[in-house]
């Protein structure tokens, strides 16, 4: 396995405003995404991070909405633009390891809610 | 288009009743099937997949490509089982998640 860290694991924002959230693991990584889970319900994949490219974005997300990096392996960012209420949720980033049997791996999440 | 399915928002159990967590899928091709397991206050976690085809925790899955189905199975529920279960599809280097199952084990 692996220790996959994320920032913040919590924070409480005004609408209007951007957050950043940050996910570095301690391994090597072959795969990483990040996830949203909106209380009550599954886990929607947001965009698939590509190391020094821009980021694969899934139906109904957008990068002017959901800017992610990824500059090395290990190290991504997510940032939510402009939030409103809609946007509180549980923000996941997940990887899978290289040399691993190719499962997800799941950082704590970030609990984002937006006033 | 894919879709994991599972069709039961809550199943509560006693413990020592036979538990089984329903999941359907629908994918043009031939996915690799997860099970992954939320503990209250702890992160996602992998419980098995279709093709280790193993046992964990007294769990098992099978993999039934007939019905499109991979049904979570465990003959005598223990308390300690009560969490969030999800059944995850993985192709074409995405996976993909069902609602997810909350499973209470009553004492």
């Known amino acids: 396995s692996a220790v996959i860290s994320q920032k913040p694991s919590r924070d409480i924002c005004q609408r209007g405003t951007s957050l950043t959230i940050q996910c570095q693991v301690d391994?090597?990584?072959?795969?990483m995404f990040w996830y949203r889970q909106q209380p009550g319900q599954s886990l929607t994949l947001i965009a698939t991070a590509n190391q020094g490219s821009e980021a694969t974005y899934e139906s109904g997300f957008v990068i002017d909405k959901f800017p992610i990096s990824r500059p090395n392996l290990t190290f991504s960012t997510l940032t939510v633009s402009n939030m409103s209420p809609e946007d509180s949720s549980i923000y996941l980033c997940s990887v899978v390891l290289a040399g691993g049997g190719g499962e997800l791996f799941f950082g704590e999440g970030s609990r984002l809610t937006v006033l | 288009a894919q879709r994991v399915t599972q069709p039961e928002k809550l199943l509560s159990v006693f413990k020592g009743a036979p538990v089984e967590l329903k999941c359907n899928y629908s994918?043009?091709?031939?996915?690799?099937l997860f099970w992954y397991v939320q503990y209250s206050r702890q992160r996602l976690q992998l419980l098995l997949r279709h093709i280790s085809r193993e046992s964990i925790k007294g769990f098992t899955a099978d993999l039934n490509k007939g019905e499109t189905s991979f049904h979570l199975k465990k003959p005598f529920a223990q308390e300690e089982d009560s969490a969030m279960y999800y059944c995850a599809l993985s192709g074409r280097n995405k996976f993909y998640f069902g609602s997810g199952t909350k499973l209470n084990v009553k004492p």
């Open positions: 994918y043009s091709g031939s996915p690799e």
């Open positions: 391994s090597q990584v072959t795969m």
